[in-house]
């Protein structure tokens, strides 16, 4: 069943594939993940803290990008998301603003269905390597809080 939902997201994803045949024209604007570390508030509860996945990101300008992937998520599910990072703000080169986008997966919350999320975001970007920071906040007994890691990686970079 995994392995089927896998290959539907990568054939939705597929739309994606003329940006990074356009990376290869751009390769600075395209950042790639292996999905997330999630440190959960609520240690107790056994969620899974390696989140693995695939993930794009492609940068519109210093201040926006665009995202998508997949991965396995803290309930042991798999989930898609679709976003937008907006960071306005930098300080001492971290980038400070949020991603607003949607996930799907989470058992507890829709049924697993889709859902809009704000998540408030930091980013340190280097010339090949980068690192999404993310303040996933708690709802109620549905959607468990946690400090998110995401490291990415663009080639050829700027």
Do not use: C
Request: positive net charge.
């Amino acid at each position: 069943m995994r392995l089927r939902s896998l290959l539907l997201t990568t054939l939705a994803l597929s739309p994606l594939l003329p940006g990074v045949a356009a990376a290869q024209s751009e390769p600075s604007r395209l950042w790639l993940n292996p999905g997330f570390y999630s440190y959960h508030f609520d240690r107790h509860k056994g969620l899974e803290d390696v989140n693995p996945g695939l993930g794009v990101e492609w940068t519109l300008d210093s201040t926006y990008s665009l995202t998508a992937g997949i991965f396995h998520n803290s309930d042991r599910e798999t989930s898609r998301y679709l976003g937008v990072y907006v960071m306005p703000f930098e300080l001492y080169g971290v980038k400070l603003g949020a991603v607003v986008g949607a996930f799907d997966g989470y058992p507890n919350f829709r049924h697993g269905g889709w859902f809009p999320a704000l998540i408030p975001t930091a980013a340190i970007e280097g010339r090949n390597w980068g690192l999404n920071i993310a303040f996933i906040p708690s709802y109620k007994d549905r959607l468990y809080g946690a400090l998110s890691f995401q490291l990415k990686y663009r080639f050829g970079g700027a």
